[in-house]
Nanobody
Framework: QVQLVESGGGLVQAGGSLRLSCAAS????????MAWFRQAPGKEREFVAG????????DYTDSVKGRFTISRDNAKNTVYLQMNSLKPEDTAVYYC?????????????????WGQGTQVTVSS
């Protein structure tokens, strides 16, 4: 069973930056695709970014393209989400998630394990 622990959330002004980290336990991390989702109050959980097990392919939802970067360090069993030029509409709880396949998908119910979430608040 893989466990995920997120960190790096917080309060930032619009235009600022944050970097989220997600540390994973388990020996199969490098073969698992990882992703970040977010959920704002009153809204459904949405896909933000995904990365293949090798880290060679990434994908982003349109609203964060050019501002967010997902990456991973398989030696450290950690996935990151660098968030730049943050906007108030990025305010949400951000969740790290992984699945037992080397390819990511954009559907939350296709993921096998989830972190507890970390709050990101962007003030205007």
């Amino acid at each position: 069973q893989v466990q995920l622990v997120e960190s790096g959330g917080g309060l930032v002004q619009a235009g600022g930056s944050l970097r989220l980290s997600c540390a994973a336990s388990g020996r199969t991390f490098s073969s698992n695709a990882m992703a970040w989702f977010r959920q704002a109050p009153g809204k459904e959980r949405e896909f933000v970014a995904g990365i293949t097990g090798s880290g060679g392919v990434t994908d982003y939802t349109d609203s964060v393209k050019g501002r967010f970067t997902i990456s991973r360090d398989n030696a450290k069993n950690t996935v990151y989400l660098q968030m730049n030029s943050l906007k108030p509409e990025d305010t949400a709880v951000y969740y790290c998630t992984g699945r037992g396949s080397s390819w990511y998908v954009r559907l939350a119910d296709r993921y096998d394990y989830w972190g507890q979430g970390t709050q990101v608040t962007v003030s205007s």
